[in-house]
């Protein structure tokens, strides 16, 4: 059996079938390891951004919980200042009466004179049952001498020493609900921020992915680089971001 003579020319075009099959397989395994990087680290970033989205929605939670606390203990401070508001005017009320009929601010009219309360008189006997943080507008009032003095003011609720501790605390906790939504509404954009990030890394997952199917070279370049254009992009918007452990 004689042995088949191949041509010169015909030796030549299998040299070089040969080695554009070598090249091509290298330049198939060149992509394929850079598309196994690019699927990877996508990957790990999708469900890290993932993870992200999902501790940040806890701390919005969260904050609105404690913020509906807040308003809620601001509610109840907010009430208990009304009904001892309510409890100084009817004192005050009952007490102005008694000293009237004592002619008690008639005599207070004296500027050098100084408010006692006499616990044997009914004025005295109210006085001392004044709310401890009340008594201080009264004898600044007192102070004024209302009874001759067109310039005093015309009750001690007018008076800068007059505070209801539980009214400043009702303002203190609706405050402190108000950072707590606004807390809480900061997390949640941080959430959606994530969310989007997290979309962003799914579809570089979907450019690197496809890009494998593709037969030829430019459509495998374009659509990896694509890919990694938003995985880049992604990386370095995701770094700016907060992060929440």
């Known amino acids: 059996m004689s042995a088949e003579i191949v041509p010169e020319d015909r030796l030549r075009d299998l040299e ?59 509610t109840r401070a907010s009430t208990r200042a009304g009904q001892e508001t309510t409890v100084d005017v009817i004192a005050f009320t009952q007490w102005l009466q008694a000293a009237e009929a004592e002619g008690l601010l008639t005599r207070q009219a004296d500027p050098n004179a100084v408010y006692v309360p006499d616990p044997n008189v009914l004025s005295g006997f109210l006085y001392e049952r004044f709310r401890p943080e009340f008594k201080p507008a009264v004898d600044a009032w007192i102070a004024t001498r209302p009874r001759t003095n067109a310039s005093a003011p015309p009750t001690p609720f007018a ?13 203190r906790l609706e405050q402190r609900a108000e950072e707590q939504s606004a807390a809480a509404r900061q997390a949640n954009q941080r959430s959606d921020n994530y969310v989007l990030m997290t979309i962003v890394f799914a579809t570089v997952l979907f450019f690197a992915g496809i890009s494998s199917k593709m037969d030829t070279f430019r459509a495998r370049t374009l659509l990896l680089g694509v890919g990694t254009t938003l995985l880049v992009g992604a990386v370095i918007v995701v770094l700016t971001f907060p992060k929440e452990v």
């Open 16 to 74: 070089v079938a040969e080695e554009k099959r070598a090249d091509r397989g290298r330049l198939d395994h060149h992509f394929e390891l850079f598309e196994a990087i690019i699927l990877s680290i996508a990957a790990v970033l999708a469900a890290w951004t993932g993870f992200q989205a999902a501790k940040w929605s806890g701390v919005q939670a969260n904050s609105y919980s404690q913020a509906g606390a807040s308003r809620v203990e601001s």
């Open 159 to 171: 008076m800068p020493e007059y505070k209801v501790a539980a009214a400043a605390e009702a303002a």
